[in-house]
């Protein structure tokens, strides 16, 4: 399922976790923003667009593994491409 063409087209799911089924390095590569409820966020650890919700880091805190803790937030979900190739 490689493709060589890149598309402007997001997957409905996107993580930045390396470890996360729903990661994707090329589309990552080219410098994603989040646009949750009109708002521009840069906390955004991943997102679902059909499901409207992301998961933003909770402050410092980090879990017994060492990552960001993360909450749930639920609103609309606008992704886009900042680099705009």
Request: with cysteine.
């Given at each position: 399922?490689?493709?060589?063409?890149?598309?402007?087209?997001?997957?409905?799911?996107?993580?930045?976790?390396?470890?996360?089924?729903?990661?994707?390095?090329?589309?990552?590569?080219?410098?994603?923003?989040?646009?949750?409820?009109?708002?521009?966020?840069?906390?955004?650890?991943?997102?679902?667009?059909?499901?409207?919700?992301?998961?933003?880091?909770?402050?410092?805190?980090?879990?017994?593994?060492?990552?960001?803790?993360?909450?749930?937030?639920?609103?609309?979900?606008?992704?886009?491409f900042r680099d705009k190739k």
């Amino acid at each position: 399922m490689s493709e060589t063409i890149m598309s402007d087209e997001f997957p409905d799911r996107l993580s930045v976790d390396p470890n996360s089924p729903y990661y994707n390095a090329d589309i990552l590569s080219r410098d994603v923003g989040i646009r949750f409820k009109g708002v521009e966020k840069t906390n955004v650890e991943e997102y679902c667009i059909s499901e409207g919700w992301v998961r933003v880091t909770a402050g410092n805190a980090k879990d017994r593994y060492g990552n960001p803790l993360t909450i749930k937030v639920h609103g609309p979900v606008e992704p886009y491409f900042r680099d705009k190739k």
